[in-house]
């Protein structure tokens, strides 16, 4: 079975510094797609960024930016000038191939301190 | 943006009852749709793959006699918890896909917390 790890139960960072959140996955495919999902309190499931494999360029969406690395199959997500908001839990998240599920890691609580 | 409405989002039924949770795709249409189940403070737990006019895909450890799933629009799909028990209280997720846009990974509803007393 595919799996998908986050490492790192919990993380800090302060108002306006820059974090960074690992994930790691198992695949032997060679096109996938990667997720990172946000879960504020409210528990709304929301789509952070998307990473397509076969794309060598990382993604990026405003503050957040993502670390593709496809040999050591790493997918960090890289949040600047970390905002109140941020605060959340991430998901990474790997769509497997041929049946459209979402592999989940475990999850990341990051919190943001003033 | 694609959004995807659960109803209800809070609901509290008695011991041995039946519960239904509506998932709705409200603009666009899913010819999947994903039932989750969330612990708290754990990550979301697939227990079954709702295809539009055909039988649910149920995760191993699933029941499907228990967690009875409908998916009869492409807009709709139903999770009715039977019989149900305080163990199967939980946050329960549903997601949608959009048709023909697998990049774009799952839709999510907001959610809806089950209490069984």
């Known amino acids: 079975a595919q799996t998908v790890t986050q490492s790192q139960p919990e993380m800090s960072v302060q108002e306006a510094e820059t974090v960074t959140l690992s994930c790691t996955y198992d695949?032997?495919?060679?096109?996938?797609?990667l997720f990172w999902y946000k879960q504020p309190p409210s528990r709304q499931m929301i789509l952070v960024i998307r990473?397509?494999?076969?794309?060598?360029q990382n993604a990026t969406e405003n503050r957040f930016s993502v670390n593709f690395q496809k040999a050591a199959k790493s997918f960090s997500l890289k949040i600047s000038d970390s905002q109140l908001g941020d605060a959340a839990m991430y998901f990474c998240?790997?769509?497997?191939?041929?049946?459209?599920?979402?592999?989940f890691g475990k999850g990341t609580k990051l919190t943001v301190n003033p | 943006g694609a959004v995807v409405s659960q109803h209800p989002s809070r609901v509290i039924c008695k011991s041995g009852t039946s519960v239904k949770i509506e998932c709705r795709s409200l603009?666009?249409?899913?010819?999947?749709m994903f039932w989750y189940r969330q612990f708290p403070k754990q990550s979301l737990m697939l227990m079954a793959t709702?295809?539009?006019?055909?039988?649910?895909?149920?995760e191993q450890g699933v029941e499907k006699d228990k967690f009875l799933i409908n998916h009869a629009s492409l807009t709709l799909s139903t999770l009715t918890v039977t019989s149900a028990h305080p163990e199967d209280s939980s946050f329960y997720i549903c997601?949608?896909?959009?048709?023909?846009?697998?990049?774009?990974?799952?839709?999510f509803g907001p959610g809806t917390r089950l209490t069984v007393t």
């Open positions: 997601s949608a896909r959009e048709v023909g846009r697998t990049s774009t990974g799952q839709y």
């Open positions: 695949t032997s495919e060679s096109d996938y797609y």
């Open positions: 990473q397509e494999a076969y794309k060598q």
């Open positions: 998240a790997k769509l497997q191939g041929g049946s459209e599920k979402l592999v």
């Open positions: 603009d666009f249409q899913a010819t999947t």
């Open positions: 709702s295809n539009e006019g055909s039988k649910a895909t149920y």
